[in-house]
């Protein structure tokens, strides 16, 4: 199966509130994008009963119900074109314009929503629904939110048919034969062979659609990738990788290798709307990127190594107003306005403090709101956007710290090519003591000895079990 690749790569993320980093973003597009594997797709489209159902009462003036399922009804399924079970879900608001509305089965959330972009009422949407059990008996709620974070919920009890009803999935593999497996299919897709890659382990109780090992190889100038879940189908991808001394060129995104030191500058663009203190939002960068090296370093602590396969060295840097509200920052401009020289600097983050978040309007005006941001560029020299590596948006002065921390954290960890449907590490500690989600992916960045040679991967002359360097 061919991988298509696409030159405008970007990785979108949630708001964060209060300094607590909501890790919900979603890959978009681009060359780490996994490709599942083939599988035979029935013809048949899904279908479902026409009569409505009953929605909830309508204690704010807004009404959801669900436009083609019956309560006690029946329901059709069919498979997507990945052979997975799928239910088309039509839902109506009335009264008042929604946000956004979701849906849970069995008391568990359906990934996807129905989004009222154009803030029209009545809303009709539809939402994507891949039956866990395959047929039987499921509960849906249907629950819509408006701008002012007020819910309304519609429940309806349908049968699903046509599909047969799943057994449960057989034990996963173990690290060891997982590790075996990933290798194999490394080999299959790719006609390379890794034996030893990095692997790890995603367990999730209440989705195990999703459990899978994943695994990882930084080998010769690709980064190998594979997903494989428990009930033994799996999905795939590749992308290049460089160095600062030795970067790619062309249009494509290209990721780093995650060893060594990087140097960061970080240059806040002060829109005049979010009551930030200059001072104050200059003396947060040093502090969030000590508490990032202090990451870095318990992990390779925990490794028996003395010192951490990655640091990061960061500068600040303040400019206000914007010399082009809406647009990324040149070299010129940065030069001119920060005195800072951008070569002397691997990554470039523009943190626009801009309640309106006025360059995501203009350049990601379907993805992005003010607290958002992008992974724009790794290690390559292309990138449609200008210079820029990570940009992101702070609407308030209170949300700069978090701010810092997902940039340093998250978007950080993209250039190096962390994938957002990697598992991350829940109640970490933030700088400041806050509970925050590390997305830091320390085994998959290639920082454990996956071989059994003493030596972690990222820098071992012969990694994961191969010859060569």
């Known amino acids: 199966m061919a991988f298509l690749e696409d030159d405008a790569v970007f990785q979108k993320r949630s708001p964060f509130i209060l300094g607590i980093v909501l890790a919900l973003g979603l890959i978009l597009a681009g060359c780490s994008l996994p490709v599942a594997s083939p599988t035979t797709v029935p ?91 395959g047929g039987g008996q499921y509960t849906l709620v249907a629950s819509a939110m408006d701008n002012e974070k007020q819910i ?21 593999p173990d690290m060891v034969e997982a590790q075996r497996r990933i290798s194999e299919l490394i080999q299959q897709e790719f006609g390379v062979s890794v034996p030893k890659p990095s692997v790890y382990r995603f367990d999730a109780p209440q989705r195990p659609d999703i459990s899978r090992w994943i695994g990882s190889a930084y080998y010769d100038g690709t980064h190998y990738y594979i997903d494989l879940y428990d009930d033994t189908h799996y999905a795939w991808s590749n992308s290049d990788y460089s160095d600062p001394a030795h970067r790619k060129g062309g249009d494509k995104w290209v990721i780093c290798r995650p060893s060594g030191t990087f140097r960061v500058l970080t240059v806040f663009v002060d829109y005049g709307n979010t009551g930030t203190d200059r001072a104050a939002a200059l003396a947060q960068v040093p502090m969030v990127v000590d508490w990032l090296n202090g990451l870095y370093t318990n992990f390779s602590i925990s490794q028996g ?24 920052l040149t070299v010129d401009q940065i030069r001119s306005l920060t005195g800072k020289d951008p070569s002397a600097y691997d990554f470039l983050m523009q943190i626009d403090l801009d309640a309106n978040a006025a360059l995501a309007s203009h350049y990601f005006s379907d993805i992005l709101e003010p607290g958002g941001g992008v992974a724009l560029q790794g290690c390559g020299t292309g990138n449609k956007y200008g210079i820029i590596n990570i940009w992101s948006s702070v609407p308030a002065a209170s949300d700069l710290k978090g701010g810092l921390v997902m940039d340093f954290d998250h978007e950080l960890s993209h250039l190096f090519g962390m994938l957002d449907n990697w598992p991350f590490i829940q109640g970490a500690t933030g700088p400041d003591g806050a509970p925050v989600d590390d997305w830091i992916p320390y085994v998959m960045f290639g920082w454990t000895d996956a071989d059994g040679d003493g030596i972690p991967e990222i820098i071992d002359p012969t990694p994961y079990g191969t010859t060569n360097p």
């Open 43 to 133: 013809s048949a489209l899904p279908s479902v009963d026409s009569t409505p159902s009953v929605s909830s009462t309508p204690a704010i003036g807004m009404l959801v119900r669900f436009v083609n399922l019956t309560n006690g009804g029946t329901v059709a399924g069919t498979f997507d074109e990945n052979g997975k079970p799928l239910v088309m879900i039509q839902v109506e608001v009335t009264g008042l314009a929604p946000l956004t509305v979701t849906l849970t089965a069995n008391g568990l959330d359906v990934p996807g929503a129905a989004d009222n972009q154009a803030g029209v009422t009545p809303f009709t949407g539809e939402i994507r629904w891949s039956p866990l059990n």
């Open 152 to 172: 309304v919920q519609a429940a309806v009890h349908v049968t699903v048919t046509g599909i047969p009803v799943f057994t449960p999935t057989p034990p996963p």
């Open 305 to 328: 190594q003395t010192e951490p396969l990655m640091r990061v060295e960061a500068d600040a840097a303040y400019v206000s107003p914007p010399p082009a509200p809406g647009e990324f």
